[in-house]
């Protein structure tokens, strides 16, 4: 039997705590959401039928099988196995003890509600129904937004150097 003197020291280990539910939770209600809106989309509108909600939104029915701006069309396989790395990537890092804090545990959280919201488009549909439609701007969901979303928290966090300094007993 080893002491405490000669036992190696632990590292730090992935661990869910009942307080990270609500973190889960987010994620799930994104998915939901993105999910619902699409569903709703696909019902209402014709794909490539717009309707003018308040100027300057509109609500279109288009799809893409690309990623982010229309970039890579057609790499489906690619962006499935991207896209289960980065969540898991994105599970990892939001139940690592060194990122405590909540403000940088929301964005992971953003973040992996959209990816998911959006790898489900993309495994039953082969490409991702996009609706939200501004001038000048491609037409986005309520996936990418949420991506997008968790990346300004995940910035802001590491800007004001939140991330490295929980409060005690975070």
Do not use: C
């Not at 057609?74 to 994105?90: E, H």
């Not at 964005?107 to 996009?130: K, P, Q, Y």
């Amino acid at each position: 039997m080893q002491d405490a003197d000669t036992r190696p020291a632990a590292g730090p280990r992935l661990a869910i705590r009942p307080r990270d539910g609500w973190f889960l939770a987010l994620a799930v209600a994104i998915v939901g959401l993105d999910q619902l809106t699409k569903w709703i989309i696909r019902g209402w509108l014709e794909r490539g039928e717009a309707y003018s909600l308040v100027w300057p939104l509109k609500i279109v029915h288009v799809t893409n099988s690309g990623a982010a701006f229309g970039m890579f069309q057609g790499a489906g396989p690619l962006l499935v196995i991207t896209s289960v790395v980065g969540m898991v990537a994105i599970l990892v890092y939001l139940f690592n003890p060194g990122f405590a804090h909540p403000l940088m545990r929301l964005g992971l959280a953003f973040m992996l509600g959209g990816a998911v919201g959006n790898l489900i488009d993309r495994v039953s549909e082969g490409r991702v129904v996009d609706f939200i439609k501004v001038p000048n701007f491609p037409a986005f969901n309520v996936a990418d937004s949420a991506i997008t979303i968790g990346v300004f928290f995940l910035i802001w966090a590491l800007m004001f150097d939140t991330a490295t300094d929980p409060k005690p007993g975070s």
